[in-house]
């Protein structure tokens, strides 16, 4: 069984030693993860250890029990706080029901009474976690969610973001079944801008136009549709190309419904045929095109992409699926993923007959979203391509198919390479920038994590995550650090009171900053400037 963190607070010694040794922690479901004497040091142990339960006193120096509690539900919402105190006082009673605290006890506390608490609240941390857990209940969630992420990844994949095998993962993980010979992407636009639809409500209209063109498709078509933004996409799988006949015959018939039913002008757009999930954004991109086309042809009509911009024989299909899938590797992937995008590229290429003018595009194309990768991380042409300048002037003019595909590895892992240390650089980067700032503002008594972070315009998360990487410690240990260090340099160099020196190296409370150097030397301020 996982045992729950608990840190007792209080800033009498002899209470704290008591209540370690009266109460059978692991029995009771947790572990003693520490003991703090005050509201302040509680508040940088519950950021470092990942705390479940803070049981504290009221009245402690620095920082009181309930501005501690506060501050942890500001902070950590899931943290349970147990509140106890000397003093029968209603307004403390009031104040830590108003903070959410689970429990507030008076002193002196019994073993019964403390085991009492701890049960009740190990049994609603189960309860929580167990309620994120309860597999039906997650089943239920997933099953409601369902048609959303369907939508999603639809979305996705129209879009070039989900591509491959992990397309065809999703699809069978989210129980879609998207299996055909071809496809074919269409869409349908409610033009409610003139005439008697001027001023509808054209989100009503499209989910009407929608469930209209559902209930026509249903027993005619195998098909899929969505509602996105202000269009209806609907792909359309197909068991062999002679069937876009049938789509453009029954789109017509759905243009002319919702100008019948609805009393809207319907406009459909179609896309070419294509024979792979992978290939469906190509065809998406060519609906979205003939749809442009609606404002100078008119609505209220199927506008099919191969009627109005005829494809040259030589157009390739392939290159923007499979630009995406090598972007990809280049960026995130490893030595492996990289040459297979490579591999799959050129397979890609090598199973078209490309005449030369293709080849140049091709090639163009390529160098354009190599320089894309690197111009995002604002490198130079030349941590790109190596020595050569201007690779596109001179490259596809004298190389072969497998010569660029042995040139295209050597700039990829190059590139690769490349990318990796600029990220590696660029959190020293920021790791060095926030202990700059640290230095020169560590005086200043509200220095905070959110202050910093808003400084170096990263969020606190990550900024957590990659200063403990880099440094070691935590901001809090780290600040307090470089604190100490300038009051040990001050108590060694100057003769001002231990008061001044704390307030000039960012302590409000004097106390507070003496307790805090204690705990570091193990002496006093005043001790240590003794010893010298």
Same mark, same amino acid.
């Given at each position: 069984?996982?045992?729950?963190?608990?840190?007792?607070?209080?800033?009498?010694?002899?209470?704290?030693?008591?209540?370690?040794?009266?109460?059978?922690?692991?029995?009771?479901?947790?572990?003693?993860?520490?003991?703090?004497?005050?509201?302040?040091?509680?508040?940088?142990?519950?950021?470092?250890?990942?705390?479940?339960?803070?049981?504290?006193?009221? @009245?402690?120096?620095?920082?009181?029990?309930?501005?501690?509690?506060?501050?942890?539900?500001?902070?950590?919402?899931?943290?349970?706080?147990?509140?106890?105190?000397?003093?029968?006082?209603?307004?403390?009673?009031?104040?830590?029901?108003?903070?959410?605290?689970?429990?507030?006890?008076?002193?002196?506390?019994?073993?019964?009474?403390?085991?009492?608490? %701890?049960?009740?609240?190990?049994?609603?941390?189960?309860?929580?976690?167990?309620?994120?857990?309860?597999?039906?209940? %997650?089943?239920?969630?997933?099953?409601?969610?369902?048609?959303?992420?369907?939508?999603?990844?639809?979305?996705?994949?129209?879009?070039?973001?989900?591509?491959?095998?992990?397309?065809?993962?999703?699809?069978? #993980?989210?129980?879609?079944?998207?299996?055909?010979?071809?496809?074919?992407?269409?869409?349908?636009?409610?033009?409610?801008?003139?005439?008697?639809?001027?001023?509808?409500?054209?989100?009503? %209209?499209?989910? #009407?136009?929608?469930?209209? #063109?559902?209930?026509?498709?249903?027993?005619?078509?195998?098909?899929?549709?969505?509602?996105?933004?202000?269009?209806?996409?609907?792909?359309?799988?197909?068991? &062999?190309?002679?069937?876009?006949?049938?789509?453009?015959?029954?789109?017509?018939?759905?243009? @002319?419904?919702?100008?019948?039913?609805?009393?809207?002008?319907?406009?459909?757009?179609?896309?070419?045929?294509?024979?792979?999930?992978?290939? %469906?954004?190509?065809?998406?991109?060519?609906?979205?095109?003939?749809?442009?086309?609606?404002?100078?042809?008119?609505?209220?009509?199927?506008?099919?992409?191969?009627?109005?911009?005829?494809?040259?024989? &030589?157009?390739?299909?392939?290159?923007? !699926? &499979?630009?995406?899938?090598?972007?990809?590797?280049?960026?995130?992937?490893?030595?492996?993923?990289?040459?297979?995008?490579?591999?799959?590229?050129?397979?890609?290429?090598?199973?078209?007959?490309?005449?030369?003018?293709? !080849?140049?595009?091709?090639?163009?194309?390529?160098?354009?979203?190599?320089? @894309?990768?690197?111009?995002?991380?604002?490198? @130079?042409?030349?941590?790109?391509?190596?020595?050569?300048?201007?690779?596109?002037?001179?490259?596809?003019?004298?190389?072969?198919?497998?010569?660029?595909e042995n040139w295209l590895r050597d700039v990829c892992t190059n590139l690769r390479h490349t990318l990796r240390h600029e990220r590696t650089d660029s959190t020293m980067k920021l790791t060095e920038q926030a202990k700059a700032y640290i230095n020169e503002h560590y005086m200043e008594n509200d220095l905070s994590a959110d202050t910093l972070c808003r400084h170096l315009n990263v969020s606190a998360a990550y900024f957590s995550t990659i200063f403990k990487k880099e440094v070691g410690q935590s901001f809090v240990a780290y600040l307090t650090k470089v604190r100490l260090e300038h009051a040990v340099e001050l108590l060694r160099t100057t003769e001002d009171k231990t008061y001044v020196i704390a307030e000039e190296v960012g302590y409000t409370e004097p106390n507070y900053f003496s307790y805090v150097f204690k705990k570091e030397y193990g002496i006093s301020p005043s001790k240590y400037r003794a010893s010298l």
């Open positions: 069984m996982d045992l729950y963190k608990i840190l007792l607070v209080d800033d009498e010694m002899d209470v704290l030693r008591a209540m370690k040794k009266k109460i059978d922690w692991e029995a009771m479901g947790f572990c003693l993860a520490g003991t703090a004497e005050n509201g302040q040091e509680a508040l940088e142990m519950a950021e470092q250890l990942h705390i479940d339960v803070v049981m504290t006193d009221i @009245k402690m120096p620095y920082m009181d029990g309930l501005t501690l509690c506060r501050k942890l539900k500001e902070n950590y919402r899931n943290i349970k706080v147990v509140i106890y105190s000397g003093f029968d006082d209603f307004e403390f009673a009031r104040e830590a029901v108003h903070l959410e605290a689970e429990e507030y006890l008076l002193k002196p506390i019994s073993v019964k009474d403390m085991e009492e608490v %701890l049960t009740r609240i190990r049994q609603k941390l189960d309860d929580e976690i167990n309620e994120h857990r309860n597999m039906n209940r %997650l089943y239920e969630y997933y099953q409601k969610s369902l048609p959303a992420m369907q939508e999603q990844l639809v979305m996705g994949i129209l879009e070039g973001k989900v591509t491959g095998e992990r397309a065809q993962n999703m699809l069978e #993980s989210y129980e879609m079944d998207f299996r055909a010979p071809y496809y074919v992407v269409s869409l349908l636009y409610v033009d409610t801008g003139s005439g008697e639809t001027a001023g509808q409500n054209q989100q009503l %209209l499209s989910i #009407s136009l929608k469930d209209m #063109s559902r209930d026509y498709l249903n027993e005619r078509m195998h098909f899929y549709s969505i509602s996105y933004l202000d269009e209806i996409i609907i792909i359309f799988m197909l068991k &062999d190309k002679n069937e876009m006949e049938k789509v453009l015959y029954h789109l017509d018939q759905i243009c @002319k419904m919702g100008d019948r039913v609805l009393k809207v002008p319907v406009t459909a757009a179609v896309g070419q045929i294509c024979d792979h999930v992978d290939y %469906l954004t190509t065809s998406y991109q060519e609906a979205r095109s003939a749809m442009e086309y609606r404002t100078i042809m008119g609505g209220n009509r199927v506008l099919y992409i191969h009627d109005i911009e005829p494809s040259p024989k &030589d157009a390739v299909s392939f290159l923007e !699926y &499979d630009f995406q899938n090598l972007v990809r590797a280049v960026k995130l992937g490893n030595r492996d993923e990289t040459d297979g995008a490579i591999r799959q590229f050129m397979d890609s290429i090598r199973s078209f007959s490309i005449t030369p003018n293709q !080849y140049q595009l091709i090639f163009m194309e390529l160098i354009t979203e190599l320089m @894309k990768i690197g111009r995002s991380y604002k490198l @130079k042409t030349r941590q790109i391509f190596g020595e050569m300048d201007v690779p596109w002037q001179e490259l596809y003019k004298h190389v072969s198919i497998d010569e660029l």
